[in-house]
């Protein structure tokens, strides 16, 4: 049974990867053999099988982390169901829900190839650079700390020139901090049930492993800064928490707890972690929410307070709030899939559909723990 | 009616507004003026933020900024009759800018398309000459600084601000 759902799962994953490249961009000459413009003359067909896979993943995660509960899979059989995913997915088109890879390798351009600085120049001033036609932040000076420019050297160095290349670099080199978060996960709750909640969530998968957003490398800082300090490694700990900060900066909302458990360290007081990782859960949700204040809120930011509060799967209204919101932010994309219009009534739509289903769970938690 | 669109038309004849040089090119603000203390300090943060503006581009974007900021000080200090000080701030001015030809023919010679820097360089250039032809008829040709405890020194205001305009016009 559990060989069937695992077979069913890749053949998924399989047609998930072969659905993204229906996304591929007009203007991406590089992969001008693989577009079809599907996804942009059939838009209900597109949307409609979107939602369907979505929904598929959450049944799938329904089912792992029920046989987790069962105890009907071991550690072993997780990091087999992880190297599959990840190894599917690595060949998804990563432009399908957000052009973020793109923007990480103009920012890494500007700098590693065309010696600037990536807050000073923008890559919009490089006239002529084929970049230009497919990236959509390129008239904007770099969005993210400068450690992650920094890290974005190997990646794009490894690409040797090579555009394809350099895409699955970076594609790789975020299934790496993928897999290392994971086993921090499970070094940080020594349980099975958190590493399913985190590994397999959907929206990790898909945010991480399709989309390679750069929340994953933040968040793996941010937790190695917490093991560390579990490990009373004080110096080691703050170095790493800097640059969790210095990747894309909301984990500077963390500072108090952080302070708070260099505090108790100090002090040689003992730390109730479980209340450690559920005070970052809320304040990487504070910062989540605030997020609109910048830009908007995009569902990759939910990688920031899901990575905390699944290591505290006892907290419920935490747990499936976090669930819910991983469902509802995969349905952020369907308006615009839909409409093909980031006017009108999307905006409005896509509020609707990211909260309306966490609210509506939170609600529900609340009552229930009244009756 | 006819009489008067001729005579209209006889006034702007005779009373040509011209203006040799207009740009679109939008100069930025005057900053803290020399005599402050966080002058000072700002002078420091100019120095350093030079590195921060590294490769050609950014070198170029570090001292298009820096002509103009020193362009703007020296014309507003000359409308508040500060002569010296305006005299030394165009001066400045001027000091950085053979470094923005310089970064351009650095970006050129590392193979980077350098047309749109050219046409921003291009209506700066017109803004300065828009700016400095202004200052001319606005200020005196020389001027006659006497410090306190030191021998008077005659500032060519007017040489001075003619061969800003000649840089300026030699821009390739």
Not at chain 1, 39 to 59: G, K, Q, W
Not at chain 1, 82 to 91: R, V
Not at chain 1, 128 to 138: E, I, Y
Request: net charge positive; charged share 15%; proline share 5%.
């Amino acid at each position: 049974m559990k060989k069937l759902i695992i077979l069913l799962y890749s053949a998924f994953l399989f047609l998930f990867t072969i659905f993204s490249y229906l996304f591929v961009d007009p203007n991406l000459s590089y992969l001008k053999d693989f577009y079809s413009g599907f996804a942009f003359s059939n838009r209900l067909l597109t949307t409609i099988s979107y939602t369907t896979a979505i929904l598929i993943f959450f049944i799938f995660y329904g089912i792992f982390i029920y046989l987790g509960v069962k105890k009907k899979i071991n550690l072993k059989e997780i990091f087999v169901l992880l190297s599959i995913t990840a190894a599917i997915l690595f060949f998804s088109y990563p432009a399908m829900l957000s052009y973020d890879i793109f923007n990480y390798i103009a920012t890494s351009k500007v700098l590693f190839f065309y010696q600037e600085n990536p807050y000073v120049v923008m890559p919009i001033e490089f006239v002529g650079d084929p970049l230009l036609a497919f990236t959509h932040a390129a008239n904007k000076i770099a969005l993210y700390g400068p450690f992650w420019i920094l890290l974005t050297g190997m990646p794009y160095l490894l690409g040797f020139g090579n555009f394809i290349v350099t895409l699955f670099s970076f594609k790789l080199f975020i299934v790496i901090f993928y897999f290392l978060t994971v086993f921090l996960v499970w070094k940080l709750s020594k349980k099975i049930i958190p590493l399913i909640l985190f590994a397999l969530n959907p929206l990790v998968i898909i945010e991480t492993l399709v989309s390679g957003h750069n929340d994953i490398v933040m968040i793996f800082l941010a937790l190695l800064s917490f093991f560390l300090l579990a490990k009373k490694k004080i110096f080691l700990g703050t170095i790493f928490f800097i640059l969790s900060i210095l990747i894309k900066y909301s984990t500077i909302l963390l500072i108090p707890v952080f302070l708070y458990v260099v505090w108790r360290l100090i002090k040689n007081k003992g730390i109730d972690w479980e209340k450690v990782y559920f005070s970052s859960s809320l304040l990487m949700l504070v910062a989540f929410l605030l997020s609109p204040i910048r830009e908007e809120i995009y569902p990759w930011y939910a990688i920031w307070f899901i990575s905390f509060s699944f290591l505290v799967p006892n907290k419920k209204i935490l747990l499936y709030t976090s669930i819910a919101f991983s469902f509802s932010l995969l349905l952020r994309y369907v308006p615009y899939m839909f409409t093909g219009t980031y006017m009108g009534q999307t905006p409005f739509m896509k509020e609707i559909i990211s909260f309306i289903p966490p609210a509506l769970v939170f609600l529900y938690y609340v009552i229930k723990k009244k009756i | 009616m006819a009489f008067r669109i001729f005579f209209i038309i006889i006034l702007f004849l005779l009373f040509p507004q011209v203006s040799l040089a207009q740009s679109n090119y939008v100069l930025p603000y005057p900053s803290g003026m020399p005599g402050s203390l966080s002058y000072k300090f700002h002078l420091l943060y100019e120095n350093a933020s030079r590195y921060w503006y590294f490769g050609d581009f950014g070198q170029f974007d570090y001292n298009l900024k820096m002509t103009d900021k020193y362009l703007v000080e020296a014309k507003t200090l000359f409308e508040y009759k500060q002569y010296l000080l305006g005299y030394k701030a165009l001066k400045k001015s001027d000091f950085y800018f053979p470094n923005i030809l310089f970064s351009l023919a650095k970006a050129k010679n590392n193979n980077k398309d350098i047309s749109q820097k050219k046409i921003i360089l291009k209506q700066a250039m017109l803004k300065h000459i828009e700016t400095l032809e202004r200052m001319e008829v606005d200020t005196p040709d020389t001027f006659n600084w006497q410090p306190e405890k030191a021998l008077p020194t005659t500032l060519d205001i007017k040489t001075t601000i003619e061969r800003a305009i000649n840089i300026r016009k030699n821009v390739p």
